[in-house]
């Protein structure tokens, strides 16, 4: 069986760079035999930096690179010659990688965003040359420092795709084919369950040169949360996503408790995922009349947009597409995702680490005014404290 290319998990030990130590030199020339103390300073040792990059979709470049090592920092020599610096090492990853430590199970960081650089693991610096230390009640100092010590951890790496709508679903409940109907994504589609044995990626054209990203992730099962079939491996994937699109065939016996049953498999597995906005399709319509399907539709939940499609015979992809796009940009579904702990608040206003590739907000005055919140920054909280006293 052919090999995946698809990693979303990888285990990696990294190690910074030492310092070098400083010299504890005395210059003796003929022309200046007691030309006193000229130990140069040790070289500063190579960090580790966790650097976003959008060409990567996969973890796959870093699944046979179990170590990582910074260079050291160069001793200091004679002459007050400063060591080299060590080379700093830049580990790139997707946007959504979430870092954890192996050991304790922390979580250490989020890169959401290309260009995004996190220090992780900062190069020791060098030590000082006895240069440094000479003073006129010690002109002559026999002594310099050692470099500071390296670090050293081992990270886990998890991806959680970065998308606009997740498709969750049964096996053979149509992803595939919706996904490659409205997209120029090339998923496997086969009559058989589990078709899908990775997630795959697809931009959706909307009008005006719009569009959005929609993510399809193995079917998932009553249990998933619990281990079984292919959706807790994948179900963390549909965790980033501003929405999420329940997909139900049209012929199921039950499509309400079909529904039912994938939502509590997302309680079970994230209760926050139920904050998310949701949209129902049935699918597979094109075998159902108008009658049977306003029959349908007076059993379904209230509670959020229903729309009966049939990719194959593209029967209401243009309406769904239209409910999606307006959902994406409704003003809850943005305050929504602007709260979410995933979200890194920049205060110096550096790129924004957006939930999804369409764009999100930093947490600044300018988000709060668009959504008519009033925005109160460190120092008025501290004033009114003040006040309270």
């Not at 589609?189 to 044995?197: D, G, S």
Request: glycine fraction near 10%.
């Amino acid at each position: 069986m052919a090999e995946s290319n698809f990693v979303d998990y990888v285990k990696i030990y990294c190690r910074s760079g030492k310092g070098g130590r400083g010299s504890m030199h005395l210059r003796h020339v003929k022309y200046n035999p007691n030309g006193g103390p000229d130990g140069g300073d040790g070289g500063k040792g190579g960090s580790i930096y966790l650097r976003g990059n959008h060409n990567y979709w996969t973890l796959l470049h870093l699944k046979y690179e179990r170590h990582i090592f910074a260079e050291h920092g160069g001793n200091g020599g004679r002459d007050k010659c400063h060591g080299t610096d060590g080379k700093d090492v830049y580990i790139d990853v997707p946007c959504g990688t979430v870092v954890y430590n192996a050991e304790t199970g922390k979580y250490i960081c989020d890169v959401a965003y290309d260009g995004q650089e996190v220090l992780l693991l900062k190069g020791g610096r060098g030590g000082l040359g006895n240069f440094q230390f000479r003073t006129a009640t010690n002109q002559a100092p026999r002594y310099a420092q050692p470099g500071e010590p390296m670090q050293e951890m081992t990270i886990i790496l998890e991806l959680k795709l970065l998308a606009d709508v997740g498709l969750v679903g049964f096996p053979n409940a149509g992803k595939s084919t919706l996904l490659s109907a409205l997209s120029s994504a090339r998923p496997k589609i086969a009559n058989y369950p589990f078709t899908t044995l990775e997630p795959s990626l697809g931009i959706v054209e909307y009008r005006d040169h719009k569009s959005f990203v929609m993510a399809d992730i193995p079917g998932i099962i009553e249990g998933a949360s619990e281990g079984k079939g292919l959706g807790l491996r994948f179900l963390r994937h549909i965790e980033r996503n501003s929405l999420l699109l329940f997909m139900v065939p049209g012929d199921t016996d039950d499509i309400k408790k079909e529904y039912e049953i994938l939502l509590n498999e997302l309680r079970n597995f994230n209760p926050d995922m139920l904050d998310k906005h949701r949209v129902l399709a049935v699918t597979k319509c094109d075998l159902l009349d108008a009658e049977l399907i306003d029959m349908l539709r007076e059993t379904l939940p209230d509670d959020l947009p229903v729309v009966f499609i049939s990719s194959v015979a593209n029967m209401g992809l243009t309406e769904l597409k239209d409910i999606l796009w307006r959902e994406l940009n409704s003003e809850s579904n943005k305050l929504q995702s602007i709260t979410q702990e995933d979200v890194i608040v920049h205060r110096d206003k550096e790129p924004q680490s957006p939930l999804s590739p369409r764009g999100g907000y930093s947490c600044d005055s300018d988000m709060f005014e668009e959504l008519d919140i009033e925005y109160i920054d460190e120092d008025e909280i501290e004033e009114y404290e003040d006040e309270e006293e």
